[in-house]
């Protein structure tokens, strides 16, 4: 059970006078028989939400009940704080400034000072160091897309280098290791498509409206399928990049070599993403084995090499 889901759902009951299970199982993707598990939640918390049947029913929160403030723990608060604070670093518009507001509001003066310090010890900063500035603007016109349901068009580079204009309905913002998606009905391809933000440019919101269709979210799990490609090969790297080399591996998986070296047994797949990272490591690390693929490195770094010749 999602804490957020279950604050979503109580600040939508004090906005509204009523709202069905089905829009409330619709606005969260989920089934019918989740709502009632959460409005029961909702109701052992004390809030008392009131259920009316028929046409035009649905559930709603007793007139003149005042939500009692110490419904929500301290750990509660904090971590709504946090997830609406990261989110609002890239995300901006009215609805997250009212969405903090209104969770602050739950906060008692008394317990203000503790839920501050806990909402303060795990800071979640998704804005680039540097790079491409485009993107918080652009994930604020594609959220405005997505609540308008409106097209958008754009210029998009794929992982090779090649340009094309497109003309997308856009369904879902998605964030996946650090870097921001979203899925949209690619008009060109007649499909939906995973679109990377960092590879738009010229992004524009066209008045033309659509009504949106039945889509399945992206695969975002990609461990299993990874699992059955990947081999071992093996590594002998400077301790100076460490660090980078943990992004792949554990600590478990290294072998002192010396003082400042370590042997590795590093996931590894034959393509051009792969052999670029150990490429990227530079000097500090040598690809000892299997022969043909520390053949490969070695001839990708002399093509290089006659660049600057």
Known sequence: MKVDRLVSII????????????????????????????I????????????????????????????????????????????????????????????????????????????ELKANQICIDLSPWMGNRDIRSYLEMIKTALQESRLVTFEYSDRYGNRTARTAEPYQLVLKSNHWYWQGYCCKRNDFRLFRVSRMSNLQILKDTFTPREYEKPTLDFGEILETLQTKIKLRFHKSVMERVLDYCTYEHFLPDGDEHYIVDFPFIENDYYYEILISFGAKCECLEPIHIRAEVKRRIHDMAVLYE
Request: proline share 3%; hydrophobic share 45%.
């Open 11 to 38: 600040m939508i009951l004090l906005d509204k006078e009523r709202i069905s299970a089905q829009e409330l199982a619709d606005m969260f993707e989920v089934s019918l028989r989740t709502i009632y598990r959460d």
């Open 40 to 115: 029961d939640a909702i109701n052992m918390a004390g809030i008392p939400v009131r259920s009316t049947p028929g046409v035009g029913g649905g559930f709603e929160i007793m007139e003149k009940y005042k939500i009692d403030r110490k419904v929500f723990s301290a750990d509660d608060l904090s971590a709504i704080l946090m997830g609406l604070t990261s989110l609002s670093g890239m995300v901006r518009g009215d609805e997250m400034v009212h969405a903090l507001a209104k969770v602050k509001s739950f906060i008692p003066e008394d317990r203000a000072k503790e839920i």
